[in-house]
């Protein structure tokens, strides 16, 4: 089992619709957890960071299941611009390790 | 304010050569990390440092790769004896606080014919 494991879709959604993708991670004692978001041909940049309570921010919601070992992240009334590719992150250790995980994303594509 | 950069953005080699990647990371970051990110996978950890300490270099994927941090700000990546296989885009990030909290430079598109 791959420690981080995303759905590789792509997930087609039109304009206005609300999706969702889940995240699984092997390591039970993993410590912190991010959705990064990545353009075609561009670098990865932070979306948010996952709280253990679930956290908001605009039309993203991202949440864990530490029992489940998921994470998700829920995209409402998802526009155009929302389209890319969306990378699970784990940090699988506490202290100064640094070598987070990555999934292989999930690619999003809004349609008009 | 200036974000990451890194150069040269695309890199033609040939295999057996040897390549230097260059990151210019946010000022002032001190932890400074480099990927591999072959089409349509992540990125892949490489290595990692706080300051001019390499602190984890777990991920380099064979005794080419070596990577430095003289003075702790602008780092290189070289690549000796390239393969066709070493053919991603390398990417820089540097981070000052919180380990998930990375920004990234635009990458090094590297192609080795």
């Known amino acids: 089992r791959k420690e981080v494991e995303q759905d590789p879709g792509p997930f087609n959604v039109p304009e206005g619709a609300t999706v969702a993708f889940n995240c699984t991670y092997s390591?039970?004692?993993?410590?912190?957890f991010f959705w990064y978001r990545q353009d075609c041909r561009k670098e990865p940049k932070l979306l948010m960071s996952?709280?253990?309570?679930?956290n908001e921010d605009g039309r993203f919601t991202a949440q864990l299941n530490r029992a489940s070992q998921y994470i998700s992240l829920l995209i409402r009334d998802s526009k155009l611009s929302d389209s890319a590719t969306y990378l699970c992150?784990?940090?699988?250790?506490?202290?100064?390790?640094?070598?987070?995980?990555w999934g292989l994303g999930t690619s999003l594509a809004v349609n008009p | 304010g200036a974000g990451v950069s890194q150069s040269p953005r695309y890199k033609v080699a040939k295999r057996g050569q040897d390549v230097a990647l260059r990151c210019d990371p946010i000022?002032?970051?001190?932890?400074l990390f480099w990927y591999q990110q072959a089409l349509g996978q992540g990125p892949e950890f490489l290595t990692y440092?706080?300051?001019?300490?390499?602190?984890?270099k777990s991920g380099l994927p064979s005794d080419r790769f070596f990577a430095e941090r003289p003075e702790g700000s602008v780092s290189t990546l070289k690549i000796q004896r390239t393969q066709q296989e070493d053919s991603a885009v390398y990417l820089c990030?540097?981070?000052?606080?919180?380990?998930?909290?990375?920004?990234f430079g635009p990458g090094t598109r590297l192609t080795v014919t």
């Open positions: 990030a540097s981070s000052s606080s919180g380990v998930g909290e990375q920004y």
């Open positions: 000022s002032g970051h001190v932890s």
């Open positions: 440092f706080q300051n001019e300490a390499q602190l984890d």
């Open positions: 390591n039970s004692a993993s410590q912190s």
């Open positions: 996952v709280y253990s309570s679930g």
């Open positions: 992150v784990v940090n699988p250790a506490a202290g100064n390790n640094r070598k987070l995980i």
